[in-house]
């Protein structure tokens, strides 16, 4: 995403129909935050990726709503919410990242990284932890598990960290209780007709 700033520094020039669209945008707010960028200094994810809350919210406000629909950016934002008491606008960030992902969504978009997550919960109800070594090591499960118990032994703790068998059972208890399971099946449910019905992303 490469907006310029300068191009939205006052509203008079902003295209008001995706602006209106994301919902809970003060246009005055938003002025101040294009001159500002305490955010972006302090974020994780501005550190690590190249999310920039300014330059999303400047396509934003110049009505560049396929371009950040389907960028990847607006995955990028951890929701950490270190942000929230950093902002002197009171923005609230995150949850304008959320009606974001929201609106992509509803077109189709991102899809492919909510499968990812959806494998996290599904790794919780049948191992009882949400990330094993094939998931960030995909091309070599092997040589991550045999990393990951290297680095345990020497750390003083065992092997392999696994979860009881009963631990295992109740936690499935708890996460059919609260609705979890029924709600990753959803979640599956609708990622698989994603990827049928739609190559937009």
């Known amino acids: 995403m490469t ?7 006052s509203s008079e020039g902003w295209n008001w129909s995706f602006f209106d669209k994301v919902e809970g945008l003060d246009s005055k707010k938003m002025e ?19 999310y920039n809350f300014r330059k999303i919210i400047c396509d934003v406000a110049l009505g560049e709503e396929e371009k950040v ?18 902002c002197p606008w009171s923005i609230g960030i995150p949850y304008v990242i959320y009606r974001l992902r929201k609106l992509a969504m509803e077109e189709g978009y991102g899809w492919d ?3 990812i997550l959806s494998g996290v919960g599904r790794n919780l109800i049948e191992i009882g932890l949400s990330i094993s070594p094939r998931d960030y090591a995909r091309m070599d ?6 990393e990951l118990a290297k680095s345990r032994l020497e750390m003083g703790l065992s ?43």
Do not use: H
């Not at 305490?38 to 990726?49: E, F, L, R, T, Y």
């Open 69 to 86: 629909l389907s960028s990847k950016e607006i995955w990028y934002c951890y929701t950490c919410f270190q942000c929230i008491p950093k």
């Open 32 to 50: 101040n935050c294009f001159s500002c960028g305490i955010c972006v200094g302090d974020c994780p994810a501005a550190k690590n990726s190249s």
């Open 3 to 9: 907006s310029n700033t300068g191009e939205v520094s």
């Open 113 to 115: 990284l909510i499968e």
């Open 141 to 146: 499960p092997k040589k991550a598990e045999m």
């Open 159 to 201: 092997e392999r960290y696994e979860v009881s068998e009963k631990a295992i059972e109740e936690l499935k208890i708890i996460l059919g209780e609260t609705g979890f399971r029924e709600m990753l099946d959803n979640l599956e449910e609708r990622v698989k007709e994603s990827k049928e019905s739609s190559e937009n992303y």
